[in-house]
Every structure is written in C-alpha cells, then in structure tokens.
C-alpha cells in the first residue's frame, strides 16, 4: 500500500501540469514521453536488442512542434514512416538488425504515439478538461480496488505465468472500482452517467491488459522494473503501464459514446 501512495505522490506535478494546460503540458509529456522511451529500449538491451534510441527522441521533439501548431494525428504517422525509412539504412549498413529496428517502432507506437492521446483527449474534445481525468480515474481506481479485492479475496490465479499475484477475485473488484468511480465523477460534474459507466467497465478491462502486458515484457526481458526514478518503486513505465492503453481506448469511447 505504501508503493502505491508513493507513486501516486510521484504523480502529482504531472495532474498539475494538465491542469495548467497549454506549452508547460507538451513540455511536460514530451519529457515523459522521452523517459518512458529510454526505459523501454533499455530493457530489451539486456535481450542483446539494440533500438534505436535517437529516432524514438526525435519522435518525442516532434510531439511538441504537433501540440504547438496543433497538427493532426495524421501528422504523426507521416513523421513515423519518415524514421522508418531513415531507420532502414541502418540495417542496410549492417549497424543494426531488424528485432532493433522492430523494437525501436513497437516503442514509438505503444509509448509515445499511445501517451500522446492524454494530450489530443484534452484539445479534441470540448469537454477535454474533465475528460482527461477519465483516463486517470480508470487506471487508479482499477489498481487500486484490484489491490484492495486481491488483499481481501483472492483466491484463483488470473494469469500466474504472468503475473502471479494477481487473482481474478481482484480483476472483478478492479472493474466494480472503476465503474463506480467513472459514475461518481460524472455525477459530480454532471456528465453522462450511462456512457462513463460503460467506459469505466470496458476501460478497466483494457487497464488490466495493459498491466498484463508491461509484465509480459519485464517478464521477457527479466527485470522487476523499468526503471529507478522513484528509488524502490520502478520508472515511468511502471506508473503509466495501464494509462498507456487507457489514454487511445478513452478518446475513441468518447467519440463512440458520448460526443
């Protein structure tokens, strides 16, 4: 319980930096954006895999010129494939080979690409502002009642080969927290009750997936954490497993359910 208080602490210049909005916002994300990419190819180094560091930063600065001139995603996949091609000369120089170049765009695409859409939930949306916390609320309130129903009444494995102190009685009790908590938030701001409540089941889902995934890799890779940036307690990655696969799943539910 202690890990989680302290990587909630952790968290809480960046809930002030979405609150600020605007240029100090893209700063901030492309800065996280830029660790949580180093934490990711540094990882699958210990698999003798070498990504292509330089390429998944440049894709990070170019987040910022997109949030500043607001560009459209479109923009982005224009950048990757322009990097993709760059990238071929290297494995054509023999300098890298293609599980590099491989590992190198699976990071750009799960890490900076899927994180950029805290960011693109808040400038599309007219509503963007409350929406954000959407994403936040989901992750947390997933980890946190799973936790929670895990401690209390957990007793069937859900995946052990993955993560094996997790348990399905704490999957249940994940969904329940985020479903109620999604509701309680569109209450208090007057939102659409039904549409949370169906994104909150669905989104703490998804969460889960994206935990179980982050696993699955150090897992592979064999390392606790991704990173040490809070000592004790992992990286960036370890704090934003479930967000990086919340963040696209909110924005398109929002386009599906509630705009």
């Not at 809930?15 to 901030?28: D, E, K, S, V």
């Not at 908590?181 to 889902?205: D, E, R, T, W």
Request: net charge positive; proline share 3%; hydrophobic share 55%.
């Amino acid at each position: 319980m202690l890990t989680r208080i302290i990587a909630a602490l952790a968290l809480v210049p960046l809930f002030i930096f979405l609150i600020i909005g605007g240029l100090p916002l893209y700063i901030a994300e492309i800065a996280i954006v830029a660790i949580a990419l180093h934490e990711f190819y540094k990882a699958f180094q210990t698999k003798n895999i070498n990504p292509l560091f330089n390429v998944g930063y440049i894709f990070a600065g170019y987040l910022l010129i997109k949030n500043i001139y607001g560009l459209g995603i479109e923009y982005s996949y224009a950048v990757a494939f322009v990097l993709f091609v760059i990238s071929i000369t290297y494995l054509l120089r023999c300098k890298n080979n293609i599980l590099d170049i491989s590992v190198t765009f699976l990071g750009i695409f799960y890490v900076a690409i899927f994180l950029d859409y805290i960011v693109l939930t808040i400038r599309d949306f007219e509503l963007g502002h409350l929406y954000v916390w959407i994403i936040f609320i989901i992750s947390f309130a997933t980890d946190t009642f799973a936790y929670f129903s895990g401690y209390l009444f957990g007793k069937h494995k859900l995946i052990p080969k993955v993560s094996p102190k997790k348990t399905v009685e704490g999957s249940i009790g994940g969904i329940l927290g985020s479903i109620a908590c999604c509701a309680i938030f569109g209450y208090i701001f007057k939102l659409q009750i039904m549409p949370l409540v169906i994104i909150g089941l669905i989104g703490s889902v998804v969460a889960q997936f994206g935990d179980l995934f982050a696993s699955s890799i150090k897992r592979y890779v064999g390392i606790k954490d991704y990173g040490k940036l809070i000592p004790g307690h992992g990286g960036i990655l370890d704090r934003f497993d479930s967000v990086i696969l919340v963040a696209p799943f909110v924005y398109y539910a929002i386009m599906i359910f509630i705009k």
